[in-house]
């Protein structure tokens, strides 16, 4: 997998080096300690790879949908019996705790259970007699070769929130994950191999932009799977589209949640500082702004402060450790500087993170639990994407004065509501410009068989990933009218 520490591409079914003259170090955030070198894979890297997986297709889409999915349901046997190793692979090069790795690990699972119903998922519909003796038909068809490109903070599940599906359905697919944790998936294409897919169905390619823009102009990439920040989303979802291409681009994200003073406080508070602080806040599904409604302020804040302050920061695979570090130094001194910056536009430091350390790990990348109070909604910290550990509150006197601020945001990746009111649930589930919508719930996250809704600036496209709208994505339609006169048939 790796030839002097230096990763490894995947292509035809062979590990092979890269062409690249530059590779970037991948650290562990908890020590800073390098654990392995990625290559920047060029253009002519990407071009192998189109042409393996162009060769595979002819294959591959000939090959019966109920024979394409048996190395699927190997692969899941296989996650399932490595996903204490790859568990800690997450931790160590993402940072999350071992049990955010493992909550990771069964997404990841559940993807792949989900696209083993391909057989039935990709099944099309007719109708006989539209016109007297005449039939329609619509049925799916795979594109061809197709690519994701992935983010750093899910390194084992967001890649198999297109794998699956992608393959499933016929066609040959190539990864290009995030340079900052490439690991997860170098060890998962091992497990690939050993699942059995032929060469050129599963490829992955190792790099950053010089690879990526390769895959968005390449004439022979039919589609284009992105996770990323909205700005990388949006420059993916213009240039593969311009090339022709079938692009669902998924961008970033700050999530509102609304406090009523009617909710199960005890649950909010823990329910809440899991959402905003697990993954170090680097989840797109992360509670970034909490909205009290009148009497909840002071019902809330305090609690929270506490529950906060009480998180155990600190390497993820130490027993008892609830937060990790954020992934990197310049990403420590990005959310550091935002920090500074909702102070000087007018925000309360209620709980300052910065300028702490973790006994033993001095070098790593932590800041603790953060809450700015008093956020004003106008400010630009109020609608920039931290992306760590940094939770902002703003206080409302009604509901409907929580969902205009819930509404005022470019962002509509998910909002939730804390209530024991049908009603305000149903006001807020019915009105919110959000596509994922949590009611008593932090981490508004959709399971395998429904899509990963984000709207707005937090999605690109038409068909999200996951479930129906990932067979959708990853098939054409074909209609088919057909006659056969009955003075055609054969008389025996
Ligand atoms: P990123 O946008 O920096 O990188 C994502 C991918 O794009 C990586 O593979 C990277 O190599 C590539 N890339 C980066 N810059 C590029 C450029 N200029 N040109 C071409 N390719 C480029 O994102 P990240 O820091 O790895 O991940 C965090 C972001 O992802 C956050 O904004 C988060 O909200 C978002 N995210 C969104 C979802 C979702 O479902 N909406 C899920 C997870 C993460």
Redesign the pocket.
């Known amino acids: 997998m790796t030839t002097n520490g230096r990763l490894l591409n995947y292509i035809n079914g062979q590990w092979v080096e890269a062409q690249a003259t530059e590779y970037l170090p991948v650290r562990n955030p908890a020590t800073a300690q390098v654990l392995a070198h990625v290559p920047l894979s060029t253009a002519q890297d990407v071009d192998k790879a189109v042409a393996a997986g162009q060769k595979a297709f002819h294959d591959w889409r000939r090959t019966p949908v109920v024979e394409r999915v048996q190395p699927l349901y190997r692969l899941k046997r296989l996650l399932e019996a490595h996903r204490d190793e790859l568990a800690r692979l997450i931790t160590n090069e993402c940072g999350k705790t071992y049990e955010e790795s493992q909550g990771e690990l069964q997404r990841a699972i559940e993807n792949v259970e989900v696209a083993c119903g391909a057989p039935s998922l990709m099944q099309g519909f007719n109708n006989e007699d539209i016109a007297r003796g005449i039939d329609e038909h619509c049925i799916r068809q795979p594109l061809g070769v197709v690519a994701a490109?992935?983010?750093?903070?899910?390194p084992g599940m967001?890649p198999l929130w297109f794998l699956p599906y992608a393959v499933a359905t016929g066609n040959c697919f190539i990864l290009?994950?995030?340079?900052?944790t490439p690991m997860t998936m170098q060890r998962i294409f091992q497990l690939m191999e050993e699942a059995g897919f032929p060469p050129g169905v599963v490829q992955l390619v190792n790099?950053?932009?010089d690879a990526?823009?390769a895959l968005l102009d390449h004439p022979d990439i039919r589609a284009i799977s992105?996770?990323?920040?909205?700005?990388?989303?949006r420059?993916?979802y213009e240039r593969a589209a311009r090339a022709g291409k079938r692009v669902q681009a998924?961008?970033?994200?700050k999530n509102p949640l609304v406090i009523m003073p009617d909710a199960d406080m005890e649950m909010t508070v823990r329910v809440v500082a899991d959402s905003a602080f697990g993954n170090a806040g680097?989840?797109?599904l992360a509670a970034s702004v909490g909205i009290t409604v009148g009497e909840a302020r002071n019902l809330f804040v305090e609690a929270f402060v506490d529950a906060a302050a009480s998180r155990k920061v600190g390497y993820g695979l130490d027993p008892g450790v609830e937060m990790g570090p954020v992934i990197s130094a310049e990403s420590k001194a990005r959310i550091e500087k935002l920090i500074a910056l909702g102070e000087s536009e007018g925000a309360t430091v209620l709980l300052d993170g910065r300028n702490k350390t973790v006994k033993g790990y001095e070098d790593g990348y932590f800041i603790f639990p953060t809450i700015l109070d008093h956020v004003p909604p106008e400010s630009q910290i109020a609608h920039t994407?931290i992306?760590g550990p940094v939770f902002s509150l703003m206080h409302a006197e009604t509901i409907e004065e929580a969902i205009a601020l819930v509404n005022n945001r470019k962002y509509g990746?998910m909002a939730s509501i804390f209530t024991s009111s049908g009603a305000s649930a149903r006001k807020f589930r019915y009105e919110v410009n959000a596509g994922n919508v949590g009611i008593n719930i932090g981490v508004a996250a959709p399971m395998a068989f429904y899509p990963?809704s984000?709207w707005r600036e937090?999605?690109f496209g038409v068909l999200h990933?996951q479930g129906m709208h990932g067979i959708e994505f990853y098939t054409e339609t074909k209609v088919v009218i057909e006659r056969w006169p009955r003075e055609w048939t054969r008389k025996f």
Do not use: H, L, M, W
């Not at 996770?227 to 989303?233: K, L, M, N």
């Not at 998924?250 to 994200?253: I, L, M, V, Y």
């Open positions: 490109i992935t983010p750093f903070n899910f967001v290009k994950p995030s340079e900052k790099g950053a932009k990526v823009d992105f996770v990323g920040s909205t700005p990388v989303a420059y993916v998924q961008g970033g994200a680097q989840r797109c994407e992306f990746n990963f984000g937090s999605f990933a």
